[in-house]
């Protein structure tokens, strides 16, 4: 379960001076569901799944993980939280299986128990062949799998996904959203940030649309397209932001 | 404790991570083992080949004037070292011009003078200062005009029945107190030190710009950080990595220079012959020394990582450290000049302090009192900027500059 009520960030930049990348923004996941997070390239999806993360601190406003608040207790909530974005890259000199290997570390795994669950992540995702690679010598999908392997190698309760399938060739993009799909199976919570309306489509139960750091509107595909009198995402998404920008 | 697990996990990650990276093999390997032996001995080895070459070479000279003193033509063609070359009349113009080294001028009338005791006038020699070869044709020629006149005022004293040492009431030696390995000690004193120093930098250089720009460049930092690994025990491993790659070079550069030393001066024995004199350096000195500069490496490893976490790229942390080296390397060279000594001032000087102290027990004296207090201030500012690295891992503005 993830809550987040009207948490906000700003930085202050020598160009920009103030800038509010993301304002006053609530939501909230439950277990078992895909929330997505739509906006455009600097809408403010990275800054608040960053926030999420426990990797920046919110200005104002509350999130929690689980019920961990992500201010007060980061590193309880990293524990339960599985992160992957653009920015996540892989250790270049370190093999596949290493990688995967480090992180369940951090998370307290060991021995046994960390080599289980490292066999069965790699067998689970089909990467058995290349686990002993190392990560600079993979191919754009392998690196995506070991990433994917990576986030889950604790076992998260809370899956955060910030365009996962940017960069990846069509095969490879089906396979990340089957996977995505899969944990909600699990029973996970999932938020997951994209500008792809198709995949917000045939994923998400609900879905925010972010435009200059404020959350315009939100619920679930079929209120969202009852509301707005259309029956296609990216129409709800183009109205919603071009009325933004009138107003 | 869970802490502490923590920084061992990503210690040995780091570590893994590094010794897997050819760039920072040679800064720590390569440098330290092949380069810096070369330097010393190399140089030190060039120079005296081409010193001993110098000194066996025939000079050319040329005479001016004295043809009614053909004793005197005739004993200095025949000298050896140098080769009496005919004057067209432009000698000064041809030392100048360095076709020869030198040129000497006899007085008219020298022979008769002496013969007749009379003042001969002035032997001039024509120099060009600062040109090895050039004096050393002059010492030949000073050198023969030297034993020219002893044995002329040998021959008028015994002329006169007065004693040869008339003129010589007593003798004046030297003679060298200090046993081999202090000669040495003071010789290498401050060499040693500062060749410590400067590895202890490059070898922590590269691993601390790579384990924070470099992660950064990579994209690797945003993973690290989502781990839930806490930020103390993440520097705290990355730290640790960067002391032991500076510690070890640093270690590889004293093993290194040690095995230089003895194949260096066994070679330059057969040559020169006081090589064993040099050969005597107390090795647990050197152990000493090596302990103390432990804080140092300490140091450098905090301040070279609070630098590069700031950068956002290895290029940029190129920039930020590369002052660094040369603010590390001044006091390490300032302690190497003759006449700096430990006073209560520089005792604070970072890494200043170190070399001087260091320089101190190269020739066997201990002053524990100032060794402590040089240890403790050098780890108290170790400290400070190991603080400093880990406030700027807490800052989201550095670790996120964009």
Same mark, same amino acid.
């Given at each position: ?39 455009? *390239? %600097? ?18 406003? +509350? ?40 992180? %369940?570390?951090?998370? &307290? ?14 067998? *689970? ?11 600079? *010598?993979?191919?754009?999908?392998? !690196? ?42 699990? &029973? ?24 200059? %750091? ?34 | ?73 005739? !004993? ?10 005919? /004057?067209? %009349? /432009? ?7 360095? /076709? ?7 007085? /008219? ?45 040998? +021959? ?25 390995? !202090? ?159 430990? *006073? ?59």
């Amino acid at each position: 379960m993830v809550e987040v009520s009207g948490i906000s960030k700003s930085f202050s930049d020598r160009k920009r001076g103030l800038f509010h990348a993301v304002d006053d923004v609530s939501f909230r996941c439950e277990e078992g569901r895909i929330y997505g997070l739509l906006g455009g *390239n %600097g809408a403010g999806k990275t800054t608040t799944l960053r926030m999420l993360a426990t990797l920046l601190k919110p200005t104002r406003g +509350r999130a929690s993980v689980d019920g961990f608040d992500v201010a007060s207790a980061p590193e309880a909530v990293r524990a339960r939280v599985g992160f992957l974005s653009g920015g996540t890259a892989l250790y270049g000199r370190l093999t596949a299986r290493e990688m995967v290997e480090y992180f %369940g570390r951090l998370h &307290g795994l060991r021995g046994a128990d960390l080599a289980r669950r490292a066999d069965a992540l790699f067998e *689970n995702l089909e990467a058995r062949d290349f686990q002993d690679r190392r990560c600079d *010598n993979l191919s754009t999908g392998m !690196k995506q799998k070991v990433s994917i392997a990576r986030t889950l190698i604790h076992d998260p309760p809370v899956m955060i996904f910030d365009e996962p399938t940017s960069g990846l060739d069509v095969l490879t993009a089906r396979a990340v959203l089957g996977f995505i799909r899969e944990c909600r199976e699990r &029973g996970k919570t999932v938020i997951f940030s994209t500008h792809i309306m198709r995949e917000a489509e045939k994923l998400c139960d609900n879905v925010g649309v972010i435009h200059r %750091g404020r959350l315009v509107d939100e619920g679930s595909l079929a209120e969202l397209y009852e509301r707005h009198g259309e029956s296609d995402l990216e129409e709800v998404f183009v109205k919603l932001v071009t009325r933004e920008e009138v107003a | 404790m869970r802490v502490l697990r923590q920084v061992r996990v990503v210690y040995l990650k780091e570590l893994i991570d590094i010794l897997r990276d050819r760039r920072a093999l040679i800064s720590m390997i390569v440098v330290p083992l092949v380069v810096i032996p070369l330097l010393m001995f190399g140089l030190g080895a060039l120079s005296f080949v081409v010193m001993e070459q110098a000194r066996q070479e025939q000079h050319r000279v040329i005479v001016i004037d004295g043809e009614d003193s053909p004793g005197v033509l005739d !004993k200095l063609g025949a000298l050896q070292g140098i080769t009496v070359v005919p /004057d067209s %009349g /432009d000698a000064i113009d041809r030392v100048l011009r360095r /076709d020869v080294r030198a040129a000497v001028r006899i007085p /008219d009338g020298f022979e008769a003078a002496v013969e007749e005791e009379r003042s001969t006038g002035e032997v001039t020699l024509y120099t060009f200062e600062g040109d090895v070869k050039s004096s050393l044709a002059a010492q030949v020629l000073r050198e023969f005009f030297r034993e020219l006149r002893d044995d002329v005022v040998e +021959r008028r004293l015994t002329d006169r029945d007065l004693a040869a040492d008339l003129l010589e009431p007593f003798t004046v030696e030297t003679r060298n107190v200090a046993p081999p390995e !202090k000669v040495t000690g003071s010789a290498l004193g401050g060499v040693i030190p500062y060749i410590i120093i400067l590895l202890c930098v490059t070898g922590a250089m590269y691993p601390a710009m790579d384990l924070t720009a470099g992660e950064k460049e990579r994209g690797t930092m945003e993973t690290i950080l989502s781990s839930p690994v806490s930020r103390l025990a993440l520097v705290l491993g990355k730290y640790l990595v960067v002391v032991t790659a500076s510690v070890a070079t640093a270690l590889l550069a004293v093993g290194s220079l040690g095995v230089a030393l003895v194949f260096g001066f066994s070679l330059l024995e057969n040559g020169a012959g006081d090589g064993e004199a040099l050969l005597a350096l107390d090795p647990l000195s050197l152990v000493a020394v090596f302990f103390l500069l432990i804080p140092v490496a300490c140091l450098f490893s905090a301040a070279l990582l609070a630098l590069s976490v700031f950068a956002r790229s290895f290029k940029e942390a190129q920039t930020y450290v590369s002052p660094l080296l040369l603010l590390a390397i001044l006091p390490a060279i300032a302690a190497t000049l003759p006449g700096v000594e430990l *006073n209560s001032t520089l005792l604070w000087a970072p890494v200043l302090n170190i070399a001087l102290v260091s320089k101190e027990m190269m020739i066997g004296s201990y002053d524990w009192g100032a060794i402590g207090l040089v240890f403790a201030t050098t780890s108290l500012y170790a400290a400070l900027a190991l603080a400093v690295a880990v406030r700027l891992f807490y800052r989201e503005s550095v670790l996120f500059r964009s």
